[in-house]
């Protein structure tokens, strides 16, 4: 396999390269986010959930792309009336699972138990960039910590990569990551490997082992790690 990749596209100033056959690209950035969604207890009514109320945009709109709606009260999102996280909203991420209800938090991708990926809405559009389902691999490249990952939510459209969940952001390196502000979360730079129309059928659930072997697998077909770092000059 040629191992010389080639730029792909550049987003919000992060340059992707690709090998010349293949679908798979790979970045590095220094920057990350931390989104808490999915969650069972990332957002309370009295905004002491993993994350602050204001970045899920309630109480003042557009919570309704974050939480779930209260089928009795469309005005209101929904409390968990039961389990370990009761009193809690019910936290949406993009990727889910449709034959559940949407008040039901299994629906979704845990941040705290999967790793993931948040695709920025203008990346998610570029042809060629993937979707969501698809799986990907981290590198923490000053410690060498690796993850494999999901790509399971959608950010805001400008924003940069390097948004992931609380999971990935500690399998990397961080320690007891505080979505509200950012304490705790490892030092960079970061590595990312994404594999378009690599995506399971369906999409969700996987559990993070079938998560790891999937990507495991779809990085070894393409060098490995070895073929990954050359490239990047690692």
């Known amino acids: 396999m040629p191992n010389e990749a080639v730029p792909f596209l550049t987003h919000e100033g992060t340059v992707l390269h690709k ?119 981290a590198r923490n490249l000053q410690s060498g910590r690796t993850t494999a990952a999901i790509v399971a939510d959608v950010g805001p459209t400008h924003a940069p990569l390097g948004e992931v969940s609380i999971r990935l952001a500690e399998n990397l390196g961080g320690a007891n990551v505080n979505p509200r502000n950012g304490r705790g979360m490892p030092r960079g730079p970061f590595l990312y490997v994404v594999f378009p129309k690599s995506k399971a059928s369906p999409a969700w659930p996987l559990t993070a082992v079938e998560i790891d072997a999937r990507a495991t697998a779809a990085l070894t077909a393409i060098g490995g790690w070895d073929r990954i770092l050359a490239s990047v000059g690692r």
């Open 19 to 137: 090998f010349p056959s293949g679908d798979a690209y790979f970045y590095v950035t220094e920057h990350m986010a931390v989104d808490a969604d999915g969650a069972p207890n990332a957002y309370h009514p009295q905004d002491t959930g993993l994350d602050a109320n204001a970045n899920a945009g309630f109480p003042r709109g557009g919570w309704k792309s974050v939480l779930a709606v209260d089928p009795h009260d469309s005005i209101k999102p929904f409390v968990q009336t039961e389990g370990p996280h009761a009193g809690f909203f019910v936290s949406k991420t993009t990727l889910q699972d449709p034959t559940l209800p949407e008040i039901d938090p299994r629906r979704y991708v845990d941040s705290t138990a999967i790793p993931y990926l948040v695709f920025p809405g203008g990346f998610r559009t570029l042809t060629g960039t993937g979707n969501i389902g698809d799986l990907a691999m």
